[in-house]
Nanobody, 119 residues
Framework: QVQLLESGGGLVQAGGSLRLSCAAS????????MSWHRQAPGKQRELVAS???????TYVDSVKGRFTISRDAAKNTVYLQMNSLKPEDTAVYYC?????????????WGQGTQVTVSS
């Protein structure tokens, strides 16, 4: 079973930066994509950024130019560098992994890490 270990959340003032990390462990034949999602109180979970095995990235419009997703394929780890943070970025951030074992594609979620941006 694949497990995701997230780290890097915390409290930061508006304009500050944080870097989230998510390391995957377990039996993984191939990673299709890794992504970060977030859920603020009273809101639906949304996709923040994703990176495919080929290195293609996507971002939600609200974080473009401020957040950068990257990955270390050798370590099965994905990062989210968050700069110029705003109070509206406050949420629980979840790591997501889409991977394959033999011919089966599965999805795994991290436990979430709290990011709080004070004004």
């Amino acid at each position: 079973q694949v497990q995701l270990l997230e780290s890097g959340g915390g409290l930061v003032q508006a304009g500050g930066s944080l870097r989230l990390s998510c390391a995957a462990s377990g039996t993984i034949f191939r990673i299709n994509a890794m992504s970060w999602h977030r859920q603020a109180p009273g809101k639906q979970r949304e996709l923040v950024a994703s990176v495919t095995s080929g290195g293609s990235t996507t971002y939600v419009d609200s974080v473009k130019g401020r957040f950068t997703i990257s990955r270390d394929a050798a370590k099965n780890t994905v990062y989210l560098q968050m700069n110029s943070l705003k109070p509206e970025d406050t949420a629980v951030y979840y790591c997501n992994l889409e991977y394959r074992v033999w011919d089966k594609t599965s999805i795994s979620w991290g436990q979430g890490t709290q990011v709080t941006v004070s004004s």
